[in-house]
């Protein structure tokens, strides 16, 4: 069993937490528009509009934090302890905050909008773990 390393499991509960806020904002956001149907975004919204843009920040989550979950999980399964393991899982959590503050408040259709560098910051500390995990079951 891997030793109890606070700063994942801080960074575990930031990261649920962060998602059930994105959920609510865009649940909340979306009823308070005219003629709101419940499960649907009306279609042709863009950046522009900040339904659309706490939507997409909610749906973004989704498509990256389980995946980063399961490497988190994976790392645990292994016993990984590392110091940088639970920097990674910190740096991930505060990277998706980032990343969803600026979502919010910058409607951009640019590419790569000042997001993006938070994206890819949540996707360098997936690696970093994998990579981690990797050196636990192969060397």
């Given at each position: 069993?891997?030793d ?25 956001v ?12 009306p ?23 389980p ?7 994976l ?32 409607a ?17 500390a ?14």
């Open positions: 069993m891997t109890y390393n606070p700063l994942v499991f801080s960074g575990i509960w930031i990261i649920i937490v962060t998602l059930m806020l994105q959920w609510a904002i865009a649940a909340a979306k009823a308070k528009q005219p003629n709101a149907i419940p499960g649907k975004v279609s042709g919204l863009s950046h522009d509009s900040f339904v659309f843009r706490t939507h997409r920040t909610f749906m973004n989550s989704l498509e990256n934090v995946m980063f979950l399961a490497t988190v999980f790392a645990l399964f292994l016993g990984l302890s590392s110091n940088w393991f639970g920097y990674w899982v910190i740096i991930f959590a505060l990277a998706r905050i980032i990343h969803m503050v600026l979502y919010y408040a910058i951009t259709e640019k590419n790569p909008s000042p997001r993006s560098w938070f994206f890819v910051i949540g996707a360098i997936n690696i970093a773990i994998l990579v981690q995990c990797a050196m636990v079951m192969w060397f």
